[in-house]
């Protein structure tokens, strides 16, 4: 037993004790599948290693939700200089904190489907919520929201749940949007199809992949990584002529920070050709600033909706109890 | 009756009871204390009609789920009892498999064979018949008495080799017929010992969460774990939170009061457990029961786990380097979680045995309330009260070891107590009048009788430590993962397929950590 303790002490002490060489700290705080070895993170890390002279480090605490709880929790004192991997259902939360900074920067190039003015957060990357489907199950798909929730009667989907997951409450918004004051009747006119909802995306998508539901809610990017990863074609997102809503993920960063130069530098890396290029293949998302021509070519092919939708962040928290309660009595009842 | 504690014994029991309340009431009053520190601030708790039916639904499921496995676990105990057959060891043993899988993984299984394209409906559909939906009550039950129907067998067939073997001997020489046995003998085993093993299902249920929602067919099945998780979540709102997490102890409370309330334990007294052959068991009906109960269970219990080392075997090859340090990361936290726990779990038991009645159930009943702690509520209880202190990265090791101790005690003293009773009844006195004190008390008259539950319990306690994901996340450093976290990050990030391999290694790795506790605990004896 003793030998064991020794070295569960001795891995904590290694990974804590972390490689510091010299010059200052930059300490990104971030979700968990950003920071994994086949996420976004390792890579980013190198290459803003070489151009700063300091040391990048990222903390993982759990998905954007988790990461926004845990800034609250530490207030003034957190260590965080950034935090990325917010989306725009949770910016509203943090600007209202107070301990988030105005970014300071003028964004160029951004390659988003709608305008960009938020003060505090910056984007990094993007994507539309998609339901996906395999074309060998499914030969056709519903073409708009509508039809999903009024025709194709035998069809099953698996959904998130909006109360602990992000894409779960992208959908709700989604059906607000498209659906206005009729959204409760279309929830309750959508209920027979869905075959159940999950806590968070894994569990949804990974009962989809073994075929429990022909269609699951996503993004329209992720055939993109059956086709890369897996050279398989037969994943598709249906288009949705009424519009697909998007989902943005943004840095900020905080008032408490004490590296305030290096976390500009870092913002701007954020938008720089570099780190977005890295985005694609990684985080399996559109990145937020980079020409459609140098995006890897399955992303390049992939259809994209004709409408984006998104509520402004205010509007999506104002909005957000009451959408889930409509939801969860229509489903209810 | 009371009896003079044990220094060595009443310490150790005052310390486990501190690490439960650490994990309970400390937790919350911190979040109390911290209610305005976060973006909601609701002033007064407001009941929503939509908590009620979550209330309303997690009651029942509760409820039914805990009678369901223990009524199921009756005949199959009774039958792995008093069978001898091939591999009866080894089934004895991965009945501590289902209870120890991540829950995404036990999800998993459960759909490759029930699900709407799972082997059931395979079989249906080629027959000509309807494929079959789970989804819903229905659902949540099929996985719950996965999780716990082997638990309860365990804890059931541990009851009945209690029963010393001159009883049945005896029973069999005066001529009693099965059914005088049974009411006899075994009826009143199953009094003292079902309404521990329900209330236990019970509140392990209670707090179901990820379960409950991927197979409960939405918001229909909802249970106050999720408004917890939605107050912090996206509400940051502490004080809900708080008033959360209350109602829940609450409820553990009063389900604990109402089952313990009525148990009696009970005495049959000591015995050398002879090995006994009790030939009523050899009548054809009888062989067919018995058969029956344990080819079921095999196939209820089995098939599952046969499709997560199917879907997971060919992966293994594959996977990502960060596998390893975090399977060794696990290992160790279970490692040293099992070591605290199981010396303070055997402390407490220990103790309570030796309390009077009152007292004594009062002790029992909150060493059980961890089961009811909600571990985000836990987790960010003991951030915000450490966090001003000390960065919480150096203490993940600690905090993740006291966590989870306290956490696994109520299935500690659950296993340990009945032992624990039986062994003070019996030898209490001896060591009384004896005078034997301290550590030699332990060691000459407690461990002997206590081995076996000890080391199933610790089995227990292992397994727990390496499948938890919940508590650690707050303060591991970056870079520090966790094999089921691991798992997870895999499987949020579309590799499924390493995922799968991933999780068929935790899988195998918390069982073999069981199976050295368990079969340490039992070598030479008799289950």
Redesign the interface.
């Given at each position: 037993?003793k030998k064991?303790?020794i070295?569960?002490?001795a891995?904590?002490v290694a990974?804590?004790g972390?490689a510091f060489a010299g010059g200052q700290t930059l300490t990104v705080y971030t979700y968990?599948?950003f920071?994994?070895?086949?996420?976004p993170g390792p890579q980013i890390e190198a290459a803003f290693e070489r151009s700063c002279a300091c040391d990048l480090?990222?903390?993982?605490?759990?998905d954007g939700?988790?990461v926004?709880?845990?800034i609250?929790?530490?207030?003034e004192?957190t260590?965080a200089d950034i935090v990325l991997g917010l989306d725009t259902n949770l910016t509203a939360?943090a600007r209202?904190?107070g301990l988030f900074a105005p970014h300071g920067q003028e964004p160029k190039g951004l390659t988003l489907p709608i305008e960009w003015n938020d003060e505090y957060f910056l984007p990094y990357d993007w994507g539309y919520f998609a339901f996906v489907y395999d074309n060998t199950r499914l030969p056709e798909a519903p073409g708009s929201f509508k039809e999903l929730v009024e025709e194709y009667p035998d069809l099953?989907i698996v959904i998130q749940?909006p109360?602990?997951s992000t894409p779960g409450?992208g959908l709700v918004l989604w059906m607000k949007m498209v659906h206005g004051d009729r959204a409760a009747s279309a929830w309750s006119a959508l209920?027979s199809k869905?075959?159940?909802?999950?806590?968070?995306?894994?569990?949804a998508?990974?009962?989809f992949?073994?075929?429990?539901?022909d269609m699951v809610l996503s993004y329209t990017t992720?055939p993109a990584?059956?086709a890369i990863?897996e050279g398989d074609s037969s994943k598709k997102a249906a288009i949705f002529a009424d519009g697909n809503y998007l989902q943005v993920e943004v840095a900020g960063k905080l008032t408490s920070t004490e590296n305030g130069d290096l976390a500009d530098k870092f913002l701007a890396f954020m938008l720089a050709d570099e780190f977005q290029s890295i985005i694609p293949t990684t985080n399996?998302m559109y990145p937020a600033a980079l020409d459609r021509n140098s995006l890897p070519q399955e992303f390049a092919e992939l259809p994209v909706p004709e409408i984006a939708l998104l509520y402004e962040d205010f509007e999506a928290e104002a909005l957000?109890k009451d959408a889930i309660?409509e939801?969860?009595?229509a489903?209810?009842r | 009756m009371a009896r003079r504690a044990n220094p060595l014994i009443a310490l150790a029991g005052a310390a486990a009871i501190i690490a439960v309340a650490l994990v309970t009431l400390v937790p919350v009053a911190t979040l109390w204390i911290n209610s305005d520190r976060l973006l909601g601030r609701s002033a007064e708790f407001e009941v929503s009609a939509a908590d009620i039916a979550a209330l309303r639904f997690t009651l029942l499921q509760a409820f039914l789920s805990a009678a369901i496995s223990v009524v199921l676990a009756v005949p199959v105990a009774r039958a792995i009892f008093r069978r001898k057959f091939f591999g009866r060891e080894l089934l004895i043993s991965v009945l501590g498999a289902p209870f120890l899988l991540p829950v995404i993984v036990a999800v998993i299984g459960l759909l490759a064979v029930w699900g709407r394209s799972g082997w059931i409906s395979a079989v249906l559909i080629s027959a000509g018949y309807e494929r079959i939906s789970i989804y819903g009550l229905s659902g949540v039950l099929l996985a719950h008495v996965f999780f716990n129907l082997p638990l309860a067998t365990r804890i059931i067939l541990q009851a009945w080799s209690r029963i010393p073997a001159e009883h049945f001997r005896l029973a069999e020489q005066i001529g009693m017929s099965p059914s005088d046995q049974f009411r006899h003998l075994e009826w009143p085993m199953l009094r003292s010992v079902a309404p521990g093993a329900f209330l236990l299902i019970a509140l392990i249920c209670a707090s179901s969460f990820a379960v409950v929602l991927a197979l409960g067919g939405g918001p229909r099945a909802t249970t106050l774990e999720l408004a917890i998780f939605e107050a912090i979540r996206f509400d940051f709102d502490l004080g809900r939170a708080a008033s959360l997490a209350l109602v829940q102890f609450a409820i553990g409370v009063a389900f604990a009061v109402v089952v313990l309330a009525g148990n009696r334990e009970i005495g049959f007294g000591g015995g050398i457990q002879l090995n006994f052959e009790n030939w009523s068991k050899n009548r054809t009906w009888a062989i067919a029961i018995d058969a029956f109960a344990i080819g079921s269970l095999i196939a209820f219990v089995g098939l599952p786990l046969l499709a997560i080392f199917l879907e997971g075997v060919g992966k293994l090859p594959t996977l990502p380097p960060e596998t390893w340090p975090a399977l060794i990361n696990s290992i160790s936290i279970a490692m040293l979680s099992t070591a605290v726990s199981v010396f303070l779990g055997l402390a407490l038991s220990v103790r309570i045995a030796s309390l009077s009645r009152f007292p004594g159930r009062a002790v029992e009943i909150f060493s059980m309330l961890a089961l009811s702690a909600s571990p985000l509520v836990i987790g960010t209880g003991l951030f915000l009260l450490l966090q001003p202190f000390v960065s919480p990265f150096n203490l993940a090791l600690p905090v993740t070891a006291l966590v989870n101790s306290a956490m696994s005690m109520p299935l500690i003293v659950r296993i340990l107590l009945p032992a624990c009773r039986r062994t003070v009844e019996v030898y209490g006195p001896l060591v009384d009048s004896l005078g034997i004190r301290g550590w030699s008390a332990i060691r000459l008259v407690y461990w002997p009788s206590l081995r076996s539950p000890a080391g199933f319990s610790a089995g227990i306690a292992a397994a727990l430590s390496m499948g938890d994901l919940g508590v650690v996340a707050l303060f591991a450093p970056p870079e520090f993962a966790t094999l089921p976290l691991v798992v997870y990050r895999l499987m949020g990030a579309y590799r499924t397929d390493q995922a799968e391999g991933a999780a068929l290694l935790l899988v195998m790795a918390s069982f073999a950590l069981f199976f050295a506790f368990d079969r340490g605990g039992r070598l030479g004896h008799h289950a």
């Amino acid at each position: 037993m003793k030998k064991f303790l020794i070295s569960a002490v001795a891995c904590v002490v290694a990974q804590t004790g972390g490689a510091f060489a010299g010059g200052q700290t930059l300490t990104v705080y971030t979700y968990d599948s950003f920071v994994s070895d086949w996420g976004p993170g390792p890579q980013i890390e190198a290459a803003f290693e070489r151009s700063c002279a300091c040391d990048l480090k990222f903390v993982a605490a759990g998905d954007g939700a988790a990461v926004l709880s845990r800034i609250l929790l530490e207030g003034e004192r957190t260590e965080a200089d950034i935090v990325l991997g917010l989306d725009t259902n949770l910016t509203a939360a943090a600007r209202k904190s107070g301990l988030f900074a105005p970014h300071g920067q003028e964004p160029k190039g951004l390659t988003l489907p709608i305008e960009w003015n938020d003060e505090y957060f910056l984007p990094y990357d993007w994507g539309y919520f998609a339901f996906v489907y395999d074309n060998t199950r499914l030969p056709e798909a519903p073409g708009s929201f509508k039809e999903l929730v009024e025709e194709y009667p035998d069809l099953s989907i698996v959904i998130q749940d909006p109360r602990s997951s992000t894409p779960g409450l992208g959908l709700v918004l989604w059906m607000k949007m498209v659906h206005g004051d009729r959204a409760a009747s279309a929830w309750s006119a959508l209920d027979s199809k869905i075959v159940t909802v999950t806590k968070g995306w894994s569990e949804a998508y990974s009962m989809f992949l073994d075929g429990e539901a022909d269609m699951v809610l996503s993004y329209t990017t992720s055939p993109a990584y059956h086709a890369i990863a897996e050279g398989d074609s037969s994943k598709k997102a249906a288009i949705f002529a009424d519009g697909n809503y998007l989902q943005v993920e943004v840095a900020g960063k905080l008032t408490s920070t004490e590296n305030g130069d290096l976390a500009d530098k870092f913002l701007a890396f954020m938008l720089a050709d570099e780190f977005q290029s890295i985005i694609p293949t990684t985080n399996w998302m559109y990145p937020a600033a980079l020409d459609r021509n140098s995006l890897p070519q399955e992303f390049a092919e992939l259809p994209v909706p004709e409408i984006a939708l998104l509520y402004e962040d205010f509007e999506a928290e104002a909005l957000r109890k009451d959408a889930i309660a409509e939801w969860r009595d229509a489903l209810t009842r | 009756m009371a009896r003079r504690a044990n220094p060595l014994i009443a310490l150790a029991g005052a310390a486990a009871i501190i690490a439960v309340a650490l994990v309970t009431l400390v937790p919350v009053a911190t979040l109390w204390i911290n209610s305005d520190r976060l973006l909601g601030r609701s002033a007064e708790f407001e009941v929503s009609a939509a908590d009620i039916a979550a209330l309303r639904f997690t009651l029942l499921q509760a409820f039914l789920s805990a009678a369901i496995s223990v009524v199921l676990a009756v005949p199959v105990a009774r039958a792995i009892f008093r069978r001898k057959f091939f591999g009866r060891e080894l089934l004895i043993s991965v009945l501590g498999a289902p209870f120890l899988l991540p829950v995404i993984v036990a999800v998993i299984g459960l759909l490759a064979v029930w699900g709407r394209s799972g082997w059931i409906s395979a079989v249906l559909i080629s027959a000509g018949y309807e494929r079959i939906s789970i989804y819903g009550l229905s659902g949540v039950l099929l996985a719950h008495v996965f999780f716990n129907l082997p638990l309860a067998t365990r804890i059931i067939l541990q009851a009945w080799s209690r029963i010393p073997a001159e009883h049945f001997r005896l029973a069999e020489q005066i001529g009693m017929s099965p059914s005088d046995q049974f009411r006899h003998l075994e009826w009143p085993m199953l009094r003292s010992v079902a309404p521990g093993a329900f209330l236990l299902i019970a509140l392990i249920c209670a707090s179901s969460f990820a379960v409950v929602l991927a197979l409960g067919g939405g918001p229909r099945a909802t249970t106050l774990e999720l408004a917890i998780f939605e107050a912090i979540r996206f509400d940051f709102d502490l004080g809900r939170a708080a008033s959360l997490a209350l109602v829940q102890f609450a409820i553990g409370v009063a389900f604990a009061v109402v089952v313990l309330a009525g148990n009696r334990e009970i005495g049959f007294g000591g015995g050398i457990q002879l090995n006994f052959e009790n030939w009523s068991k050899n009548r054809t009906w009888a062989i067919a029961i018995d058969a029956f109960a344990i080819g079921s269970l095999i196939a209820f219990v089995g098939l599952p786990l046969l499709a997560i080392f199917l879907e997971g075997v060919g992966k293994l090859p594959t996977l990502p380097p960060e596998t390893w340090p975090a399977l060794i990361n696990s290992i160790s936290i279970a490692m040293l979680s099992t070591a605290v726990s199981v010396f303070l779990g055997l402390a407490l038991s220990v103790r309570i045995a030796s309390l009077s009645r009152f007292p004594g159930r009062a002790v029992e009943i909150f060493s059980m309330l961890a089961l009811s702690a909600s571990p985000l509520v836990i987790g960010t209880g003991l951030f915000l009260l450490l966090q001003p202190f000390v960065s919480p990265f150096n203490l993940a090791l600690p905090v993740t070891a006291l966590v989870n101790s306290a956490m696994s005690m109520p299935l500690i003293v659950r296993i340990l107590l009945p032992a624990c009773r039986r062994t003070v009844e019996v030898y209490g006195p001896l060591v009384d009048s004896l005078g034997i004190r301290g550590w030699s008390a332990i060691r000459l008259v407690y461990w002997p009788s206590l081995r076996s539950p000890a080391g199933f319990s610790a089995g227990i306690a292992a397994a727990l430590s390496m499948g938890d994901l919940g508590v650690v996340a707050l303060f591991a450093p970056p870079e520090f993962a966790t094999l089921p976290l691991v798992v997870y990050r895999l499987m949020g990030a579309y590799r499924t397929d390493q995922a799968e391999g991933a999780a068929l290694l935790l899988v195998m790795a918390s069982f073999a950590l069981f199976f050295a506790f368990d079969r340490g605990g039992r070598l030479g004896h008799h289950a």
